[in-house]
């Protein structure tokens, strides 16, 4: 049996949001186990290195942890991880290794949505090329929607990345044709629901996007698509 992901559950985005009352985070995510039967739900709450030290951050990540799990009996795979917001000097951050997703070398980075942003470029390169990190960009397609073409081109071709998506690309021809290039290449990407409140982890329809990928994409495509990209693969 083919068991899927969610490597981008956003319901604890800013860990603020209510836990265990009616409507909550743990109802949203009951919600996404029952429809969908994720194997494993990373929860990614946000990390902005201008407002927070990462000990800081981990520290109430753990907090909303502790209470969400008194909130769900049930035997949910929850992985607390987390994004950072690339900011000028994110490079620098101490103790900024203790982002990586975890069993991973993986730091998982939020590009801007507007790719202009001074000093950007300088960062994104910096922390390419002068750390020991592997950048997981996340939620790339909004990448594909707000960066021009031949900036999406050299962003899609990055060096030893791994690259997020939401299911829902897998229902739009711009983002498979995308992907599509991105398997000629090899580049290993993974694949999240994006939920950030429970109507849309309600709304949310898994197996709508996994058969438009059975109708564009060959078996072979899906298989390197779904499956290829795994812990082991990230760990380099």
């Known amino acids: 049996m083919k068991v899927y992901n969610d490597w981008n ?12 009352q009616p ?3 743990a109802d949203a995510l009951r919600l996404l186990h029952t429809h969908c039967g994720f194997h494993r739900i990373y929860l990614m709450p946000v990390y902005d290195c201008t407002a927070e030290s990462v000990p800081m951050f981990l520290l109430r990540r753990e907090l909303a942890m502790r209470e969400l799990r008194g909130c769900l009996p049930e035997p949910l795979r929850l992985q607390a991880a987390g994004y950072a917001l690339l900011q000028p000097g994110l490079s620098r951050v101490p103790a900024l290794h203790r982002l990586r997703l975890p069993g991973t070398n ?8 507007l790719p202009d942003r001074p000093g950007m470029a300088q960062e994104l390169n910096c922390l390419l090329y002068h750390t020991p990190y592997r ?12 960066y021009p073409p031949d900036e999406l081109e050299r962003l899609a071709a990055l060096p030893n990345v791994v690259y997020q998506f939401g299911y829902g690309a897998l229902c739009e021809a711009p983002m498979r044709r995308l992907l599509r290039d991105m398997l000629r290449r090899n580049t290993h990407v993974l694949f999240g629901s994006g939920t950030i409140r429970r109507h849309k982890a309600a709304r949310f329809d898994l197996g709508a996007c996994l058969r438009e990928a059975e109708t564009h994409f060959t078996a072979y495509e899906r298989d390197a698509l779904f499956f290829r990209t795994r812990l082991g693969a990230l760990r380099g």
Do not use: D, K, W, Y
């Open 9 to 20: 559950c956003r319901l604890l985005h800013s860990m603020q949001e209510p836990v265990g």
């Open 135 to 146: 950048l997981l960009l996340m939620s790339f397609e909004l990448c594909a929607i707000f």
């Open 106 to 113: 993986c730091l998982p980075l939020q590009l801007p949505l």
């Open 23 to 25: 409507g909550g985070v």
